[in-house]
């Protein structure tokens, strides 16, 4: 067994019940991100970032990102980043265009938030 990082930095052993190779189905991912998916999906969120230095912890974390279900998970820090700087009617907007990038790649069960219209409220 082998030792990854979750989106909040702890360190989880890959093939432990912790890990996401146990989780039922419908937690699976639909695929496996390319590697140009990936790229993709981080560019649009390090230019929704754009220079500066507040962001640099979370431009390093988006960078760094493995999954396609790490990044979504980033969307609340870059939401809440974003928000700060420019509003949150605005944030809300950038973060929910990045929504499409995501379609395929996400286990059903957030799959089916994609396929609502409008943002999602808890």
Do not use: Y
Request: a positive charge; glycine letters at 8%; charged letters at 20%.
């Amino acid at each position: 067994m082998s030792w990854k990082f979750d989106s909040l930095g702890w360190a989880v052993r890959w093939g432990s019940r912790a890990s996401r190779g146990d989780a039922p189905p419908s937690a699976q991912p639909a695929r496996t991100a390319t590697a140009e998916e990936l790229a993709r999906i981080r560019l649009a969120m390090l230019e929704a970032l754009g220079p500066g230095r507040t962001a640099s912890r979370l431009h390093l974390r988006v960078a760094t990102a493995c999954d396609a279900w790490v990044l979504w998970d980033l969307r609340n820090e870059l939401l809440a980043t974003l928000a700060a700087r420019d509003g949150e009617a605005a944030a809300t907007r950038t973060v929910t265009a990045l929504t499409p990038l995501f379609q395929g790649l996400l286990p059903a069960g957030l799959a089916r938030s994609l396929a609502s219209p409008g943002p999602t409220r808890h």
